[in-house]
């Protein structure tokens, strides 16, 4: 069965920092990966995905990810962060077998400090 | 491209009342995916159509739980002798399988509060 664990369930960083959110997974191949933001009483909003090829993907926002499939992981960084980026951010792992049914990590909560 | 929608956007009903959800996805995908979300954690998977059919469910969907999805197009989720346990956002998603990535697109969510 595939999951995903987020470690860190709250970080605060200040503006202008660099992030990174950790994120692990556990799937028997190579699966599709996510990570979504979610502002409160919100939706997902998708910010970017790996299905294959370059294992450094870029998306929107200025955040980019790298795939490592020695380490089972898909960090999500961001060279600076605004103040705008406080949220909740979730990474996922779909099936290419079954559907592209995901699977969620609990979430990390990014404060922002001015 | 209008995205998905989801309605109501909030719902409070008192313990053993039934509900029903909406969701409209974008209008050229032929997957449905409901999600449930509770605080502090992630979605988590519920049932998902392809076209009219619905293909897979959680079993986390107790016999309360049903999903339809008539004309391929709009899906309902309605819970029956609703409890305080089913609090929470009820999103729905929706993606094109041709391509083969299952991109998903998710709406705004519904959020059930049971009383």
């Known amino acids: 069965a595939q999951s995903v664990t987020q470690p860190d369930i709250h970080i605060t960083v200040s503006e202008g920092a660099s992030l990174e959110l950790r994120c692990n997974y556990s799937y028997g191949a190579t699966p599709y990966l996510f990570w979504y933001v979610q502002s409160p009483g919100q939706g997902l909003q998708l910010l970017l995905k790996?299905?294959?090829?370059?294992?450094l993907v870029q998306g929107i926002k200025g955040f980019e990810a790298e795939f490592k499939r020695s380490q089972s992981s898909f960090n999500l960084r961001k060279p600076s962060v605004h103040w705008s980026d406080a949220a909740e951010y979730f990474c996922a792992v779909g099936a290419r077998t079954n559907a592209g049914k995901s699977t969620f990590g609990d979430g990390t909560t990014l404060t922002v400090k001015p | 491209d209008t995205g998905v929608s989801q309605n109501p956007r909030h719902k409070i009903t008192k313990r053993g009342q039934n509900v029903t959800f909406r969701c409209d996805p974008i209008?050229?995908?032929?997957?449905l995916y409901w999600y449930r979300q509770t605080l502090g954690q992630g979605p988590e998977f519920l049932t998902y159509f392809q076209n009219e059919a619905q293909l897979e469910k959680s079993r986390l969907l107790s016999d309360r739980f049903s999903a339809e999805r008539p004309k391929g197009s709009f899906s309902t989720l309605e819970i029956q002798r609703t409890e305080q346990g089913d609090s929470a956002m009820y999103l729905c998603?929706?993606?094109?399988?041709?391509?083969?990535?299952?991109?998903?697109?998710f709406g705004p969510g519904t959020r059930l509060t049971v009383t």
């Open positions: 998603a929706s993606s094109q399988s041709s391509g083969g990535t299952y991109e998903q697109y």
């Open positions: 790996y299905f294959s090829g370059d294992t």
């Open positions: 209008s050229e995908h032929n997957r």
